[in-house]
């Protein structure tokens, strides 16, 4: 397995962009809330607590400012809109109960106002307290604010000021916003990335489906301009293979032509030879050179064959085969089979078999077909009970060309191309040639296509 493999990036553009967006945006979001949620608190107490300190702050100015006899008159002037001011000889707030950051805020407002030294007692709670007997506490929504600072006279100036809760649910609220705001743009990304993602797809699937058989496979360009200039490239450069491969095939019929041509005149020719034991070599030795030659040219013309797939029972295929094996007294056996119906081009297919069948005739003896359905493909299987191939070359002997050392060679009649040809043809339907050694001894021929390829 590969380090790409094994990497927890996701594999695909799309997945990619999606992650690093996300990823980049869900930082950005969260500085974001911090900071919001910063400012937020700055606010509400500037506008929660701000007013009551300064308020305070100024009642004390007033206080120190006033003759003795005047300051019962100015504290009944300011115990009115939700604050209670007294003058007492204690703070009557516990230094557990304290607030150091209240206290200095309340410190820097009284130096504002020009109240000079003192000691000061600030907390926030929210216990009723009493007037002429009576309960009093601040409505639902505020909480009391309890002040003290100690004057020159040695008295305690003291508060209960009403200020508005601090909203229990702004932070609820403040990241149900961010994060609506991150799915929301992180929907629209995920979005751009499939739109940007969607004609790569479709050019790798264009890539997959070609295989320079048919007419080339057209991308509808689409996307930015860079991808769509890709497109269009990728469209231009099957037009230039299929172009190529047609003068391909063109220079090999001109090829077979020029060279079928003079064969047969010079086995004309060869077959009034004398002695007859050297003109029969020559003549075999001249089939030979034309069977090669029609293998190469099958071979090479494989992938481009013009002749239309067409629905086609390849069990009654396989039968109608066997049969014309049998009739020349061939060791040729077929099993029952269920009618299979696939789109093939009939001949090709025919001559791949043929190719297996005189393989398995050549070097096992004998050859038994059979057609049947394996989950997703239709297999066509031929049977031998030869020596079988070694597993180390399994793979080799479907190379163009390459015989094995034992009896597989050349001396027996075979050019090395009869299961490359196989092979080829099984790739035009979409399928492949797999061979497999028996267990009971002898090799195994398959030619798989795929069940979609059905026709019925």
């Not at 009551?52 to 004390?60: C, K, M, P």
């Not at 004057?151 to 209960?160: F, H, T, Y």
């Not at 010079?266 to 003109?279: F, T």
Request: net charge positive; with cysteine; glycine share 8%.
């Amino acid at each position: 397995m590969s380090a790409f493999s094994r990497s927890p990036w996701p594999r695909s553009l799309a997945g990619r962009m999606t992650l690093l967006i996300g990823l980049a945006l869900l930082v950005a979001q969260l500085a974001n809330f911090a900071l919001l949620l910063n400012e937020r608190q700055k606010l509400s107490l500037a506008q929660n607590e701000g007013p009551a300190i300064t308020r305070f702050a100024g009642v004390a100015a007033d206080i120190a400012q006033a003759q003795p006899i005047f300051r019962s008159a100015v504290i009944a002037d300011n115990s009115h809109r939700g604050a209670r001011f007294a003058l007492a000889a204690d703070a009557g707030i516990a230094a557990q109960d304290r607030d150091g950051g209240l206290e200095a805020k309340l410190r820097q407002a009284l130096t504002d106002a020009g109240v000079q030294g003192g000691d000061v007692r600030a907390t926030l709670v929210a216990p009723a307290a009493r007037r002429d007997g009576r309960a009093w506490s601040p409505p639902p929504d505020m909480r009391m604010m309890r002040l003290a600072v100690k004057g020159g006279d040695g008295q305690w100036l003291i508060a209960r000021i009403a200020t508005p809760k601090r909203d229990p649910w702004f932070t609820v609220r403040i990241a149900a916003a961010t994060l609506l705001l991150y799915l929301i743009v992180l929907g629209a990304a995920i979005w751009i990335a499939r739109r940007l993602a969607r004609p790569l797809r479709d050019l790798t699937n264009a890539a997959e489906r070609f295989r320079g058989r048919d007419d080339p496979v057209a991308v509808e360009p689409s996307g930015p301009d860079d991808l769509r200039q890709a497109i269009e490239a990728f469209n231009a450069m099957n037009r230039r293979v299929i172009a190529l491969l047609d003068e391909k095939d063109r220079m090999l019929g001109a090829i077979g032509h020029d060279l079928r041509t003079p064969l047969a005149s010079l086995r004309i020719r060869v077959e009034a030879m004398e002695p007859e034991e050297e003109r029969e070599a020559a003549v075999a030795k001249i089939t030979e050179i034309i069977a090669m030659l029609e293998d190469i040219l099958v071979l090479a013309r494989s992938g481009r064959a013009r002749e239309e797939a067409r629905p086609m029972d390849v069990a009654a295929l396989a039968e109608a085969l066997v049969e014309e094996y049998r009739e020349l007294g061939q060791s040729v056996e077929c099993a029952d089979s269920p009618r299979q119906v696939l789109a093939v081009q009939v001949n090709l297919l025919r001559r791949a078999l043929r190719n297996l069948i005189d393989n398995a005739l050549k070097y096992g003896g004998g050859a038994e077909v059979s057609v049947a359905r394996t989950g997703d493909e239709v297999a066509l299987r031929v049977a031998d009970r030869g020596p079988g191939i070694a597993p180390d070359q399994l793979a080799q002997v479907l190379q163009p060309f390459y015989r094995l050392e034992s009896s597989r060679s050349r001396a027996t009649g075979g050019s090395g191309l009869g299961l490359a040809i196989a092979q080829a043809i099984a790739e035009s339907h979409g399928g492949r040639l797999t061979l497999e050694n028996r267990p009971e001894g002898g090799l195994a021929a398959t030619l798989r296509f795929p069940a979609m390829r059905a026709a019925g």
